[in-house]
């Protein structure tokens, strides 16, 4: 039985909390942390955690029998938790972002290395059916080479989504939607597409004038095998409809889960290659459920790989790399330049402090509240079909 800590009791922790309730034959809540410890009991009160206790400081559970760690805390606490952890041989999963900067990332990632300990960050979408039956399509060659994608990661917060205390500012959030929201469906893009090799990106804030940071940004980005690419990351956007599209040399597929094909006529013109869209449909069709959706199939993942020792699918190499492509929108779009990848050691935009230093800073935050009402929250749509 692995016993499991909560480092974090707000509004991401019921997701973590409910998905190891979900093993609990395999697993057991025995803390939950919060520099708000009223928090944190109300979490253990609110699931009726009975072997948990409640505790304000992190510090004290280094030296507990504890196996893993999930960490819900804002993102510029990542890297000294997780590092701390790690070294104090507990294995660790890490909301996303992974962290603030590339420096913290590559600190978080040597810990995991010299302690031998697990290093997963959260990318649930990943674990969602349309996610990995697309992935598989992509995978089977029948559309061809992919040519140019297409990410809409179009959310909607309104104005005093900023007001808590930690949001809003590059040095707690560490970024705007691009990083915060958009970092779902940009990990999901580098798991299909792989890293580009440049890009141009614009950023804006056009309807929260009380942060710092961009609620709409786009890039353009280049492939090495010539694909082009798009990624729109926004929060206000209606509706929240998002969705990832690639186009291939044969066929178009997205999540969620629309499909075309298409031969040339005589003229050059199109016409629908039923044939093929045939054979898609049916190796999509044919390809398994997940078992477990979103965070309760990662932290199944998770758990799998610290009882079989298999790796897992998400690891701070994969969480790493998604933050060095949200890094060089932020960089593009902040000094005009284009980016080529990867950003090294010495660029400016590889620490927290350069980041702060250079990102554009649209607004000064102007109110701070420490907590909201707990409220469900949205953390992305099914990608289902018609959803």
Same mark, same amino acid.
């Given at each position: 039985?692995?016993?499991?800590?909560? @480092?974090?009791?707000?509004?991401?922790?019921?997701?973590?909390?409910?998905?190891?309730?979900?093993?609990?034959?395999?697993?057991?809540?025995?803390?939950?942390?919060?520099?708000?410890?009223?928090?944190?009991?109300?979490?253990?009160? &609110?699931?009726?955690?009975?072997?948990?206790?409640?505790?304000?400081?992190?510090?004290?559970?280094?030296?507990?029998?504890?196996?893993?760690?999930?960490?819900?805390?804002?993102?510029?606490?990542?890297?000294?938790?997780?590092?701390?952890?790690? &070294?104090?041989?507990?294995?660790?999963?890490?909301?996303?972002?992974?962290?603030?900067?590339?420096?913290?990332?590559?600190?978080?990632?040597?810990?995991?290395?010299? #302690?031998?300990? *697990?290093?997963?960050?959260?990318? &649930?979408?990943?674990?969602?059916?349309?996610?990995?039956?697309?992935?598989?399509?992509?995978?089977?060659?029948?559309?061809?080479? *992919?040519?140019?994608?297409?990410?809409?990661?179009?959310?909607?917060?309104?104005?005093?989504?900023?007001?808590?205390?930690?949001?809003?500012?590059?040095?707690?959030?560490?970024?705007?939607?691009?990083?915060?929201?958009?970092?779902?469906?940009?990990?999901?893009?580098?798991?299909?597409?792989?890293?580009?090799?440049?890009?141009?990106?614009?950023?804006?804030?056009?309807?929260?004038?009380?942060?710092?940071?961009?609620?709409?940004?786009?890039?353009?980005?280049?492939?090495?095998?010539?694909?082009?690419?798009?990624?729109?990351? #926004?929060?206000?956007?209606?509706?929240?409809?998002?969705?990832?599209?690639?186009?291939?040399?044969?066929?178009?597929?997205?999540?969620?889960?629309?499909?075309?094909?298409?031969?040339?006529?005589?003229?050059?013109?199109?016409?629908?290659?039923?044939?093929?869209?045939?054979?898609?449909?049916?190796?999509?069709?044919?390809?398994?459920?997940?078992?477990?959706?979103?965070?309760?199939? &990662?932290?199944?993942?998770?758990?799998?790989?610290?009882?079989?020792?298999?790796?897992?699918?998400?690891?701070?190499? #994969?969480?790493?790399?998604?933050?060095?492509?949200?890094?060089?929108?932020?960089?593009?779009?902040?000094?005009?330049?284009?980016?080529?990848?990867?950003?090294?050691?010495?660029?400016?935009?590889?620490?927290?402090?350069?980041?702060?230093?250079?990102?554009?800073?649209?607004?000064?935050?102007?109110?701070?509240?420490?907590?909201?009402?707990?409220?469900? @929250?949205?953390?992305?749509?099914?990608?289902?079909?018609?959803?």
């Amino acid at each position: 039985m692995l016993k499991v800590a909560i @480092i974090g009791a707000g509004a991401i922790s019921p997701s973590h909390i409910q998905a190891y309730l979900k093993f609990s034959e395999r697993c057991e809540i025995v803390a939950i942390c919060d520099i708000y410890v009223d928090k944190a009991q109300s979490r253990i009160d &609110q699931f009726q955690l009975t072997a948990a206790k409640a505790v304000s400081d992190y510090k004290e559970l280094l030296g507990l029998d504890i196996d893993l760690i999930s960490v819900c805390t804002p993102p510029y606490t990542h890297a000294p938790i997780t590092v701390d952890f790690l &070294q104090a041989g507990k294995h660790v999963l890490v909301e996303k972002p992974m962290a603030s900067s590339l420096q913290e990332c590559d600190e978080m990632n040597e810990a995991a290395r010299k #302690s031998g300990k *697990i290093l997963s960050v959260v990318a &649930q979408n990943r674990f969602k059916t349309p996610m990995m039956k697309l992935k598989s399509v992509l995978e089977s060659g029948l559309m061809g080479p *992919i040519v140019h994608a297409q990410v809409d990661s179009f959310w909607w917060r309104g104005h005093c989504y900023y007001d808590l205390w930690w949001r809003g500012t590059w040095e707690k959030e560490g970024g705007g939607c691009t990083l915060n929201h958009a970092v779902h469906h940009i990990d999901a893009f580098l798991w299909m597409m792989g890293r580009p090799s440049e890009l141009q990106a614009f950023m804006s804030n056009t309807s929260h004038d009380n942060a710092e940071v961009e609620d709409l940004s786009i890039a353009m980005l280049r492939f090495p095998s010539g694909a082009l690419a798009q990624i729109t990351s #926004s929060v206000v956007h209606h509706g929240e409809e998002q969705q990832l599209i690639f186009q291939g040399k044969q066929a178009r597929v997205s999540a969620p889960w629309k499909l075309k094909a298409s031969s040339s006529k005589a003229n050059g013109f199109p016409e629908p290659n039923v044939e093929l869209e045939q054979e898609i449909v049916k190796l999509y069709e044919e390809l398994p459920e997940v078992a477990y959706e979103g965070h309760q199939g &990662q932290i199944d993942n998770v758990l799998q790989a610290i009882e079989t020792g298999a790796p897992v699918l998400i690891d701070g190499n #994969s969480g790493r790399s998604t933050l060095e492509l949200i890094l060089g929108i932020y960089k593009s779009s902040s000094t005009g330049e284009k980016v080529t990848f990867p950003i090294s050691a010495d660029d400016p935009f590889y620490t927290r402090e350069g980041i702060q230093a250079n990102a554009t800073h649209f607004y000064e935050k102007k109110a701070s509240v420490e907590n909201f009402q707990d409220q469900t @929250i949205t953390t992305g749509s099914s990608l289902k079909s018609g959803s």
